[in-house]
């Protein structure tokens, strides 16, 4: 029997109609060294509360797939030995077997959507692999957000990824992309990728007009949509400066022989080295001011399904 359980805060939000935001946990449990994550996780959720919103953190811890944790819980999970990735192919699998793991994009908008929770906050989405042309490697996260309607809120797309067919899938499958504030598309640690985002917005209320419309057409499966929001300049470390780093590490990661779901922590850890850490600030900072924003877009959702 596989089981899911919703924290009381979460459980009280959803049943009174309050704003909530979810999180996932594969940034937690592989997409960041321990202490930064741990601190990082606390630091989103007090953000998001500050905002007047509820935070839902989304893990499967020992077999249950937890819809808000406690902070316990989300200590156990950020030095977790081993833990799984969790992506749609195999939620219900760590369920099944009684296991822990990080959901990622796709699996955590599963479990928001299942919950009733229509706003996601996150770092980076995954995408299309340079070399997916032999690899193949696409990311479920771009399968999942053409079927499941969860508004998503990151910072872009890492550049260790091929930008432009990301957005061309994202494209094909339907699914919205808005930069916010700004015409280009942002690639995470920094502002921009050099490519413009197909979608603009300006504003947290002009979101929740487009979210309200796409649901009053709802009769045609829409999937989710998702929102770019760059970096804070201030934190910012330009595309020119990444640029090197990253080809480095993805020519590393294609001499070592790494594949599937290690792709991408893999990427990530040995950026950080290169850097010196530097990433890591960034990458910080970017999670932080995307649940800020998904937190004032589920306050203004919620109050227009309520009719305010
Ligand atoms: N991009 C980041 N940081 C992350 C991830 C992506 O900048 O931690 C994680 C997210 O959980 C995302 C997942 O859903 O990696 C994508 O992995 P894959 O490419 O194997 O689908
Ligand atoms: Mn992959």
Do not use: Y
């Amino acid at each position: 029997m596989i089981s899911t359980t919703r924290s009381r805060e979460v459980a009280e939000a959803l049943e009174t109609g309050k704003p909530v935001v979810a999180l996932e946990s594969t940034i937690i449990t592989h997409g960041m060294p321990f202490p930064d994550n741990l601190a990082m996780a606390r630091s989103v959720e007090a953000l998001i509360r500050a905002e007047g919103a509820v935070p839902a953190t989304i893990a499967v811890i020992d077999g249950v797939l937890h819809i808000g944790i406690e902070d316990a819980q989300a200590e156990a999970l950020a030095q977790a030995k081993d833990p799984l990735k969790l992506s749609r192919a195999d939620l219900a699998f760590a369920m099944a077997r009684g296991l822990t793991g990080g959901t990622t994009v796709a699996a955590t908008m599963m479990a928001a959507h299942m919950a009733g929770i229509a706003v996601f906050a996150t770092g980076g989405i995954g995408g299309v692999h340079r070399g997916a042309e032999t690899s193949f490697d696409v990311s479920a996260d771009l399968e999942e957000l053409a079927r499941t309607p969860v508004t998503v809120v990151c910072a872009g797309a890492k550049a260790i990824l091929d930008l432009p067919k990301t957005l061309e899938i994202l494209e094909t499958r339907g699914v919205p992309v808005i930069a916010f504030g700004q015409d280009g598309f942002p690639a995470f640690w920094s502002r921009d990728s050099g490519l413009t985002a197909p979608l603009r917005l300006d504003d947290v209320a002009a979101i929740a007009e487009f979210m309200a419309a796409r649901t009053q057409l709802a009769a045609f499966g829409h999937g989710g949509m998702l929102i770019a929001n760059p970096v804070p300049a201030a934190d910012e470390i330009p595309l020119g400066e990444m640029s090197a780093v990253i080809e480095r590490a993805v020519r590393e990661a294609e001499e070592a022989g790494v594949s599937g779901k290690q792709v991408t922590p893999w990427l990530l850890a040995r950026i950080l080295d290169i850097t010196g850490g530097k990433s890591l600030k960034t990458n910080v900072a970017l999670v932080e001011n995307n649940a800020r924003l998904a937190a004032q877009i589920a306050v203004a959702h919620t109050a227009k399904q309520a009719g305010a």
